[in-house]
């Protein structure tokens, strides 16, 4: 219902802003050919690389968190609720980072910045797990570790995509969502069909992810031009 209401509020209200509309971005060759430069692009693709695994460890991790905390922990479901403030803190915290470093840092820095955060977030996790010392206040500082650095990571990344292939900016954010979700798809099945009692996969699915991540924004080096991460994009 909510989301009926915003789609008559703005086919209704919102005016249109691109005065440039091309007359064949529907025309299937056209995004058939937009699609492949894409594709073999790759600094844009490197980063969608980067943050497609970055936003897959995040969702392989809200699935498995909960059996994580109810069950493991027996943690209550209200309490539970209560906790997945810190990764909405870690999140923000960390694209306020990465706001207040894109007048001064490229978007390659900060993302290689981003995911050695989420790698020692990541890496924390996985220790826990092999050595059976996870507890609450553990794993609440090794998530929000995390997702400090995925959210320096997302912004300056997906600003560093759409500079890599201006003219299809579209086509790229596009993309992107969709490599996102599909990823997130995958490792979130993996999670749910693989995991244990002691969560060694949970932990291991998403210090990998950081992992390659980080080997992902690392062999960006240092070919782009600093092209700073709006403001209003953080």
Not at 77 to 82: I, M, R, Y
Not at 104 to 133: D, K, Y
Not at 201 to 222: D, K, Q, Y
């Amino acid at each position: 219902l909510l989301g009926t209401g915003l789609l008559y509020t703005i086919w209704r209200y919102l005016p249109e802003t691109n005065q440039q509309k091309g007359v064949h971005v529907f025309n299937l060759g056209v995004m058939r050919s937009s699609y492949r430069a894409l594709l073999g692009n790759r600094v844009f693709m490197t980063y969608n690389l980067a943050i497609s695994l970055g936003f897959a460890a995040m969702f392989a991790y809200i699935t498995g968190s909960p059996f994580l905390f109810i069950q493991h922990f027996h943690v209550s479901p209200a309490e539970f609720g209560l906790l997945t403030i810190f990764n909405a803190v870690g999140f923000m915290s960390g694209s306020l980072i990465a706001r207040r470093k894109a007048e001064v840092w490229s978007n390659i820095r900060l993302a290689q910045l981003g995911t050695m955060v989420s790698v020692l977030g990541g890496g924390w996790l996985l220790a826990q797990a092999v050595t059976e010392i996870l507890t609450v206040p553990g794993v609440i500082s090794g998530i929000f570790t995390f997702l400090l650095g995925l959210g320096i990571l997302i912004p300056a990344a997906f600003a560093g995509s759409i500079a890599a292939a201006p003219h299809l900016a579209g086509s790229g954010s596009g993309l992107v969502g969709f490599c996102q979700m599909g990823a997130s798809a995958v490792l979130s099945y993996l999670v749910a069909h693989v995991n244990r009692a002691d969560q060694v996969p949970l932990m291991t699915i998403i210090a990998v992810a950081a992992l390659i991540s980080l080997f992902a924004a690392l062999a960006l080096g240092r070919e782009e031009a600093p092209v700073p991460v709006p403001k209003s994009g953080a």
